[in-house]
């Protein structure tokens, strides 16, 4: 079965430190995966996807087959970062799969 | 991208009851999807709700519990049936948005509260 995992339920930093959210992945197929972001009292939005390999509010994400990862990176947190970040896997179907997320707390 | 809405936000209900929740999508789409998010964890799909068929639902979940309707391209409902304080939880629908590889969007979600 396809899973995500994201193993930190908590990554606590300081503002202006680096950011590393750990995202591992088994597929079977050609993996397309998202970082998804959900702020306080905020919907769930799309973060990036690893196919547009772009950077968006300072953060990245590249895809290691060879690792089976998708870490989302920051050189630089601000605390405006804080929030849930979710690791996803889309199945056939256009599904997607989950990983069980990562609070980001950013501290002054 | 697509906008998506959600009716009702949130429900505060009584175990035995029914609860239905509407999904509308600002553009039409062929499929849609509902997910439960229960408390401290992270989205599980439900089912896969497809305009014009039988909802395809994941292991785990039956109709019975959670039949969903999808009358036309823009709207889909999920009820939630003989609620228990174990379905107490947020469900969120999603739809992809236009344009061929479009990832998903997602509503604001439902939060719903068994007693």
């Known amino acids: 079965a396809q899973r995500v995992t994201q193993p930190e339920k908590l990554l606590s930093v300081f503002k202006g430190a680096p950011v590393e959210l750990k995202c591992n992945y088994s597929y079977s197929g050609s993996p397309e995966l998202f970082w998804y972001v959900q702020y306080s009292r905020q919907r769930l939005q799309l973060l990036l996807r690893?196919?547009s390999r772009e950077s968006i509010k300072g953060f990245t994400a590249d895809l290691n087959k060879g690792e089976t990862s998708f870490h989302l990176k920051k050189p630089f947190a601000q605390e405006e970062d804080s929030a849930m970040y979710y690791c996803?896997?889309?199945?056939?179907?256009?599904?997607?799969?989950f990983g069980a997320g990562t609070i980001l707390r950013v501290k002054s | 991208s697509a906008v998506i809405s959600q009716k009702p936000s949130r429900d505060i209900c009584q175990r035995g009851t029914s609860l239905t929740i509407q999904c509308q999508v600002d553009s039409q789409v062929t499929m849609m999807f509902w997910y439960r998010q229960q408390p401290g964890q992270s989205l599980t799909l439900i089912a896969t709700a497809n305009q014009g068929s039988e909802a395809t639902y994941e292991s785990g979940f039956v109709i019975d519990k959670f039949p969903i309707s999808r009358p036309n391209l823009t709207f889909s409902t999920l009820t939630v049936s003989n609620m228990s304080p174990e379905d107490s939880s947020i469900y969120l629908c999603?739809?992809?948005?236009?344009?061929?590889?479009?990832?998903?969007?997602f509503g604001p979600g439902t939060r719903l509260l068994v007693l």
């Open positions: 999603s739809a992809p948005g236009q344009g061929l590889g479009e990832t998903q969007y």
């Open positions: 996803a896997l889309r199945e056939y179907g256009n599904k997607l799969v």
């Open positions: 690893h196919i």
